[in-house]
């Protein structure tokens, strides 16, 4: 068992597997990876998006992109995603898991179907994944790094949302336990949480109204896909060799807390600077 973190000389580009790679952020984070020079496995449902993306990657950074349809609410498709890209483009070195679902369902509304395949694509088919592509680095002897994409609604409920909020709460506790687990072996595993990000996805739509609520932060913005993808980059990287089980959140200052609301009093109270009643009335009869 190596007890290292340490990367080694590849002699090669890194490998980058993306799920969820024909999303914004997904996209985002393959392009940053093509813009090193890594050969990149993009992986998601939409095949004609999918080769669209590979094309311009292809174009733009003279990479290899390998397009990989997977439907990772089938179980068996995701276990067995790790071994597909292996086979097309050798051993993968990095992981991202940034495929997921929002739908909107009210807890009224919600059916068991419904929870199970939010659950399904959202923690079950990363963790899959993420052994499947443990097991590989370690028959190897290698080290690897995994990136999860989590949510603010990891920490926040908000309406609609109970079986998402549940879900990426989950991966980020999954993410602990495989740091945990894989850590001796040299395998890091992180999450990136963002906050609200601006990706007109047609797969999680999002109306104007909320996203107006929900961009609501310190500095005052949304996020943009590149923002989280450099943070990808960097916790995958040789700079965060000694990074594992941390979740990081890019989300405007949205965890610290909410500008939203209007202060609640306006200086302290009497009590609360400290002054007795009787000071006080003192005070006001001289």
């Not at 086979?87 to 997921?100: C, K, R």
């Not at 797969?203 to 993808?229: F, M």
Request: net charge negative; glycine share 10%.
């Amino acid at each position: 068992m190596s007890t290292t973190s340490r990367t080694e000389p590849l002699g090669r580009p890194r490998h980058v597997l993306v799920t969820g790679a024909a999303g914004g952020i997904g996209a985002a984070i393959c392009a940053a990876f093509a813009a090193e020079g890594c050969t990149i496995t993009a992986a998601d449902l939409r095949e004609e998006e999918l080769g669209a993306l590979a094309e311009e990657l292809r174009q733009r950074h003279g990479v290899p992109v390998g397009p990989l349809a997977a439907d990772l609410s089938d179980a068996e498709a995701a276990a067995g995603l790790v071994a597909r890209a292996a086979e097309s483009a050798g051993e993968p070195d990095v992981l991202v898991n940034a495929a997921g679902i929002y739908p909107a369902t009210p807890l009224p509304e919600m059916t068991a179907a419904l929870w199970d395949r939010v659950m399904d694509i959202n923690v079950r088919a990363a963790m899959l994944t993420s052994t499947a592509f443990a097991d590989l680095r370690i028959a190897a002897g290698r080290p690897g790094a995994v990136v999860n994409i989590s949510s603010g609604a990891a920490l926040r409920a908000r309406p609609g949302a109970a079986h998402y909020c549940a879900s990426k709460a989950a991966l980020e506790m999954l993410t602990r336990g495989c740091a945990i687990e894989y850590g001796p072996y040299g395998i890091r595993v992180n999450a990136v949480s963002p906050g609200f990000v601006t990706v007109d996805s047609a797969v999680n739509p999002i109306s104007p109204e909320y996203a107006a609520a929900v961009s609501v932060n310190p500095l005052g913005r949304a996020g943009e896909p590149g923002e989280i993808a450099a943070a990808v980059r960097w916790l995958a990287g040789p700079e965060s060799l000694w990074t594992t089980g941390a979740v990081l959140r890019v989300d405007g200052g949205s965890s610290a807390g909410t500008t939203a609301l209007p202060t609640h009093w306006r200086g302290p109270s009497e009590i609360q600077a400290g002054r007795t009643t009787e000071q006080s009335e003192g005070t006001a009869a001289r």
